[in-house]
């Protein structure tokens, strides 16, 4: 037998045995592969990632997965998807304690009154949105879906953005859930800058929560911002913008959902008067969010570990300590057992009965309170209800072809999908009041109202610090006696987005030259110089606990920085360059240093004496060009430093007696 023989057949029994080869090549297809020669089993032992591992599906399945007890999340789910999606550090993979308090303020932050204002403020953006399309014109559902429902979350968390960034926003937050089940390079760079642009906004919003007075709005980002963990201590800002991020993108994620609602409405016009304003019931309209839910594909696979030896029901295997159970999630809301004819739209499937706890896991199942289950799935159901309403109040067609895959994750509608207007939404006198399912805390079929804000009680948005940063009253709020001749603020900030600029040029020229003869010696050189200035300047700030925070925030960037810098220092000019890493590190520098030019340094130079300023706007004027090649990153940091000590800082006047 031939070695490629032997390759071939080993690469097939891998593919048959092992889940995340699966879910890797053939999305949900692989998932539902796995079930290929144990049609009626509800449990499987497999391979993931190369280990013993066992998959589990149906309501039974899921309570089993759910069962903290036995299963903990920490490391469960491989970062090569877990950091991307939702962060380093996020609620989705502790376990215990951490976990229960994370949980406890998600909670907080979206309980009823919060919920309701989220969802009227996502729902005015989409009506307002399909409101604007006229008779004849052309849209793309989920492009537009992403914008609206990313304008209503980032206008209601409480941190402002400018109106013609929302787009830019909206798309970074889709950005990070798009293709998380994709292995590719280009799709892996795009979701990663994706995520770094949104935790740089994040982050400063947290910062910017964080300086407001006692008695300002608690907005969801000022919650986050205060909130502490299980010892009592405050999260800090990267875990902070983290769960800020995993508290707004989900909402932007309900735009996969509103794309399969546009998809349904035009293939079943019969449903429209079931959902539209003028004849159709919130019952009929939770219904379907749910039929929508259960049958669209989005999530197809959670992952836990088992805390130690589990026997998966009288006849099912046996997990031992250590190794990996894999929820099919999609095989759960798809299981015949419990939804007969599985692949047909059915919008009575909920009409009389709620769906219980673990039957319908598309974001997860069991108690939100005190499990896994995602405490954003009442939101998920309100926003769609209300955009199938909006849906049907509208007449159009489907332009194009319908239709979705099921090997790329999450899917959905091809072409958008795109609609051709017939006839322009006509405008209702009032939206009626959504209505609370007590099992869901949504909108639901029973008569229980919701709790509304009054639209004057709805906290506004609070000022973005990215703008107007140079004048900024609060940069002169502290006038230092000691100034004379130092630069003023402006000069200084003017001198910093200098260096930035020359920063960004040469990690630009890195990624467009695939093999330069020094491909580092420019980046490396400025790099080192800026986390020089860092650690020279800082020990003068005598400021308050606002200037000891942004020095602490700039400093975990500049470690970020540094280490991804020195990464790319092992690539010989003559192998080229890694330019997947040149981006990131473009990324990293960019986003580092904006959130210094517009955060930091506004924030620091009220506090550094006169010595410090001065120090810091010649050193910018003075950085030497790049003749250093791929010397070691901490051989020129230490380089710079010394120059600068010696150079430019001035010796502490002596003490007089």
């Known amino acids: 037998m031939s070695l490629t023989t032997r390759a071939a057949r080993a690469t097939d029994r891998a593919l048959r045995t092992d889940l995340a080869l699966l879910l890797a090549l053939r999305g949900y297809e692989g998932m539902a592969s796995a079930w290929r020669h144990e049609p009626d089993a509800t449990a499987l032992p497999v391979r993931f990632l190369g280990r013993p591992a066992a998959v589990v599906r149906g309501a039974d399945g899921a309570r089993t ?60 953006a ?154 159709g019931t919130d019952a009929d309209r939770v219904a379907l969010a749910h039929e929508l839910r259960r049958l669209c594909p989005f999530v197809p696979a959670l992952a836990a570990i088992a ?12 997990l031992h300590r250590g190794e990996r159970l894999v929820l099919d999630v999609y095989g759960t809301d798809h299981l015949p057992g419990r939804y007969p004819r599985p692949g047909v739209l059915d919008p009575d499937r909920f009409r009389e009965q709620a769906p219980g706890p673990f039957d319908l896991v598309p974001q997860g199942g069991g108690d939100p309170a005190h499990g896994h289950r995602c405490p954003g799935e009442p939101v998920t159901v309100l926003l769609l209800a209300d955009a199938l309403r909006t849906l049907a109040d509208l007449e159009a067609d489907l332009d194009g072809p319908a239709g979705y895959g099921l090997r790329t994750m999450p899917t959905r509608p091809r072409n958008g999908p795109r609609l051709r207007v017939r006839r322009p939404l006509r405008e209702t006198a009032a939206d009626p009041d959504p209505q609370l399912d007590p099992q869901f805390d949504t909108v639901a079929p029973t008569g229980v109202a919701a709790t509304t804000l009054p639209e004057e009680t709805v906290p506004p948005p609070q000022p973005d610090p990215r703008h107007d940063h140079r004048t900024d009253p609060h940069v002169d709020r502290h006038p230092d006696p000691r100034r004379g001749g130092a ?25 467009r030259d695939p093999a330069p003869t020094d491909p580092l010696g420019p980046a490396l050189w400025l790099l080192a110089v800026h986390d020089a200035l860092h650690h020279e300047l800082f020990p003068l700030v005598t400021g308050d606990e606002a200037a000891r925070r942004a020095v602490e925030a700039s400093l975990t960037e500049c470690a970020l920085l ?16 890694d330019l997947v890493q040149a981006g990131l590190v473009a990324e990293t520098a960019e986003s580092h240093f904006r959130a210094q030019s517009d955060v930091e340094l506004p924030a620091l130079l009220p506090h550094l004496d006169a010595a410090g300023r001065t120090v810091l706007v010649e050193a910018l004027a003075q950085v030497p060009p790049a003749t250093t090649g791929l010397q070691r990153y901490g051989e020129l940091s230490g380089s710079a430093r010394a120059r600068i000590r010696a150079t430019w800082v001035r010796p502490a006047p002596p003490a007089t007696s």
């Open 307 to 318: 805390r130690r030896d589990v026997r998966l029901g009288p006849d099912g295997p046996t």
């Open 126 to 279: 989409w009506r307002r949105t399909v409101s604007s399309w006229e008779a004849g014109s052309r849209h793309d559902v989920f492009t537009e879906a992403v914008t609206a429902l990313g304008r209503g979350a980032l206008e209601w968390c409480g941190s402002s953005v400018r109106p013609d960034d929302v787009d830019a926003w909206s798309r970074d937050l889709a950005g990070i859930v798009d293709g998380f089940g994709s292995l590719g390079p280009r799709q892996a760079l795009r979701r990663r800058l994706a995520r770094r642009r949104s935790e740089v906004w994040a982050r400063r919003s947290i910062l910017a929560a964080r300086t407001l007075p006692d008695d300002a709005p608690l907005t969801p980002v000022r919650r986050l911002a205060v909130a502490r963990d299980e010892r009592g201590r405050r999260l800090d800002v990267r875990t902070a913008g983290v769960e800020l991020l995993n508290l707004v993108r989900p909402t932007v994620a309900v735009a996969w959902f509103v794309a399969f609602a546009a998809q349904a409405l035009a293939e079943h016009r019969d449903l429209r008067p079931r959902l539209a304003t003028a004849t």
């Open 562 to 577: 540094q280490q991804q810098t020195e990464q790319l220092q092992t690539v010989s000019p003559t192998d080229g360059v």
């Open 487 to 511: 630069p003023d603020d402006a000069a200084v900030l003017d001198a910093v987005a200098l260096d930035h600029r020359r920063v960004l040029d040469a990690l630009d020229r890195l990624q």
């Open 65 to 124: 997965f759910y069962d903290t007890e036995r299963f903990a999340r920490t490391g469960a789910v491989p970062a090569v998807v877990a950091h991307p999606l939702f962060g380093r550090g996020a609620v989705h993979g502790l376990d215990g304690d951490p976990h229960r308090f994370r949980k406890a303020v998600f909670l907080e932050v979206l309980d009823h009154s919060s919920v309701a204002a989220l969802a009227q403020r996502t729902a005015d």
